[in-house]
């Protein structure tokens, strides 16, 4: 059973920091890409950052030079660091494992960033 749980959202002020983990079980974390994506209140999940098996990073605009993704494979893990936090990153955010087209998905964790 595949599970993918989400930790460390929570209430942060602008500019303030926040690092969001993704604990994976039930797949071979290392040969999986994974992903960070988002979903604000009435709006679609979009992309924040990748990370694929091979430690390549790819981040959406808006996020590139405040947040950082990275990955422990002895951990099974993978992180997002978000600095700089703006009230537009408010939103859930949900960790995404995928292999040749199979996606599996987290619960989500919520980032309130208060101006």
């Known amino acids: 059973q595949v599970q993918l749980v989400e930790s460390g959202g929570g209430l942060v002020q602008a500019w303030g920091s926040l690092r969001l983990s993704c604990a994976a079980s039930g797949i071979i974390f290392s040969i999986y890409g994974m992903g960070w994506y988002r979903q604000a209140p009435g709006k679609q999940r979009d992309l924040v950052a990748t990370?694929?098996?091979?430690?390549?990073?790819n981040y959406v605009d808006s996020v590139k030079g405040r947040f950082t993704i990275s990955r422990d494979n002895a951990k099974n893990t993978v992180y997002l660091q978000m600095n700089s936090l703006k009230s537009e990153d408010t939103a859930v955010y949900y960790c995404?494992?995928?292999?040749?087209?199979?996606?599996?998905w987290g619960q989500g964790t919520q980032v309130t960033v208060s101006s």
């Open positions: 995404e494992a995928e292999r040749s087209s199979i996606q599996y």
């Open positions: 990370i694929t098996s091979g430690a390549v990073t």
